[in-house]
């Protein structure tokens, strides 16, 4: 039989353009069911505020992922293959809707390795922290980044203006990842 897709079979994913309701659709149990409109907006603050618990943000990561899954799959795929198994681990799962589901076990593992490499002090890495600078580079190309000064906050940022910024070394090593926050 094999694995089965993440997208159910009897409904598509349905997009989130609002934060009316974003919290429960994005960052609770049917966060398997829609998908933000793109890849910043899961993580604006009127989202982010009305999170309130870890699990509620781990779902709100993989959910954003989950839409990215094709692109990164050639370098999360398998990544939980060699992981070391623990108690922590496991509380990252949703076993009802990840057993069998590919995207969702190899999107579970990398969020775990997120936070393992976050507890690392800085330039002290694990060899996993290359694979989350792998994905946050493939990521970069979804990102809209303001220039973060109250003079002109609504402006987006350029790729090459964003990279070229202190801040894309932090953003690099640390997206999704608590420090990040």
Known sequence: SGAMSS??????????????????????????????????????????????????????????????????????????????TNKYRDYYFIPQFEVGQKELVDVHHYCYLIDMCALYKSGSGPPELAMIQRVNKKLTDHVLFSTQKRSDYEKILSKDEFTSRNMYKAFETGFMGIPFL
């Not at 009305?50 to 992922?65: P, V």
């Open 7 to 84: 997208t159910l079979n009897s409904k598509s994913l349905q997009l989130v353009f609002g934060t009316d309701d974003a919290v429960y659709k994005l960052g609770q149990a049917n966060y398997y069911k829609y998908r933000a409109c793109n890849l910043m907006f899961g993580f604006n603050s009127g989202i982010m505020l009305g999170l309130k618990s870890f699990s509620e943000f781990n779902a709100l990561r993989k959910n954003q992922l989950l839409a990215f899954y094709k692109g990164l799959h050639g370098i999360i795929g398998n990544c939980g293959a060699q992981m070391v």
